[in-house]
């Protein structure tokens, strides 16, 4: 039997296991919560969640999670002892028990047939892999993002979710929150008139080869040094890596336009209804680059000239109109008639309550995510390849059908990185 098949199994029978025993007279004792009753939750419509790789973003994804009562927290892995006494605490605090598993290695969580789905929050390099495992290990996945390294992981990333025919929501949260969907509305409903460009806030994208000065390597038990570094070219051990200190170094980090882009070019794309293609032209631009797809639509990725409404920050621009929003939830509008009745938003961008429930109920229905393996792989592969463009700095043509760089070797060897031993995907 499959992982999925174990899984689809546990929650039908638990699903089923009042009718049948009426069905079969059988004297049988059913609690009211396996059921469902008295406002319960019955185990057949709860979501078992798993988690790898949790620290400040991971735990503020976790509380939200818990915040669902469809959903039973139960195990933990990470590589780093105080990581998962941390999230654990955090679980048993809240269920007011003890009873969050931990593990340092994520296969022995992913074995479990309990599990139906997990948080990804690792660092960025080991996003793809994990959401891999998870995959073919028949689990459902949230990661957060970057979702990739590579133009070549972006690939797999969606294949494989095809192909095991799981769930896979990025953390790309904006997509479900009320401004952002505000302004991809206006655009669908064509009142900015047609669409001419569209800007997405990115930072400086320059990333470092350079090395931390070596420190005493801790005990495996405090902290599996070669499982962190995982597909990444080995280096020796600082304790800032380990801390949050990863960004910004080419081995672990895509620069500054993934960084950013992975939320706001895949807004951009969203917006435009692009979700199913790339630019075609990349060039790079002072610490920017401006995209071109098929049909002559502009993407703008740049770093300076926002009027101050938040991080993460779009602006869509029609030939009647435009808009410009960001994480603080206000927006400018032209004309001003377009603004309605709405001038905020509740939620922040960064707060990703409505597309966790987004994700629990597709895990349910079975139906595709706002950001899923397919549209999140899309928006990477453009950000990848601006980010390709800039280190060339030379004007790139890109083949969106094929994911390749149209006469150019070296950029086309740049889609993919090396993965060290005994990682593959």
């Not at 005493?216 to 962190?228: F, G, N, Q, R, Y």
């Not at 030939?319 to 927006?331: L, P």
Request: include cysteine.
């Amino acid at each position: 039997m499959t992982e999925y098949s174990a899984r689809y199994s546990r929650r039908k029978f638990l699903g089923r296991a009042g009718g049948i025993a009426a069905a079969l007279a059988i004297p049988t004792f059913i609690p009211g919560s396996a059921l469902g009753l008295n406002g319960a939750i019955a185990p057949s419509n709860r979501t078992v969640l798993g988690a790898i790789g949790i620290r400040g973003r991971g735990r503020e994804d976790l509380s939200h999670f818990l915040q669902n009562r469809d959903v039973q927290f139960v195990a933990i892995a990470d590589v780093q002892k105080v990581q998962c006494e941390a999230t654990k605490q955090m679980a048993d605090e809240f269920y007011r028990n003890r009873d969050c598993a931990m593990y340092s290695n994520m296969h022995e969580m992913l074995a479990r047939p309990d599990i139906d789905a997990v948080l990804i929050a690792t660092g960025d390099r080991w996003h793809t892999m994990a959401s891999i495992t998870a995959a073919k290990a028949g689990k459902d996945v949230y990661c957060e993002k970057p979702c990739s390294m590579t133009i070549s992981e972006s690939r797999a990333l969606a294949d494989t979710f095809r192909k095991y025919d799981c769930i896979y929501q990025a953390g790309t949260q904006r997509r479900s929150i009320g401004n952002f969907i505000f302004a991809a509305d206006l655009i669908a409903r064509g009142r900015l008139g047609k669409l001419v460009a569209v800007h997405a806030n990115t930072l400086a994208p320059a990333t470092s080869h350079r090395w931390l000065p070596e420190e005493p390597l801790p005990s495996k038990d405090e902290c599996d040094w070669d499982a962190w570094l995982g597909p990444c070219p080995w280096r020796p051990f600082n304790r800032q890596y380990i801390t949050g200190g990863w960004r910004g170094f080419f081995d672990f980090h895509g620069g500054g336009i993934l960084e950013w882009g992975a939320h706001t070019v895949d807004l951009c794309q969203w917006a435009a209804q692009k979700d199913h293609t790339t630019p075609v032209e990349y060039v790079p631009e002072g610490s920017g680059v401006v995209a071109t797809y098929e049909d002559g639509l502009k993407l703008i990725m740049r770093d300076e000239g926002w009027m101050g409404l938040g991080t993460c920050s779009v602006r869509y621009e029609g030939e009647e109109g435009w808009i410009e929003t960001g994480d603080t939830g206000n927006f400018e509008i032209y004309p001003e008639s377009l603004r309605t009745e709405r001038t905020v938003f509740r939620l922040p961008g960064t707060d990703p309550s409505t597309h966790i429930r987004n994700f629990l109920d597709c895990v349910k229905s079975r139906t595709p995510a706002n950001a899923n393996a397919d549209v999140a792989a899309r928006s990477h592969v453009a950000c990848h390849a601006a980010y390709i463009a800039w280190q060339l700095g030379r004007t790139l043509r890109f083949d969106p059908v094929k994911e390749e760089f149209i006469g150019d070797e070296t950029a086309n060897r740049m889609r993919s990185r090396a993965m060290r031993e005994p990682w593959r995907i």
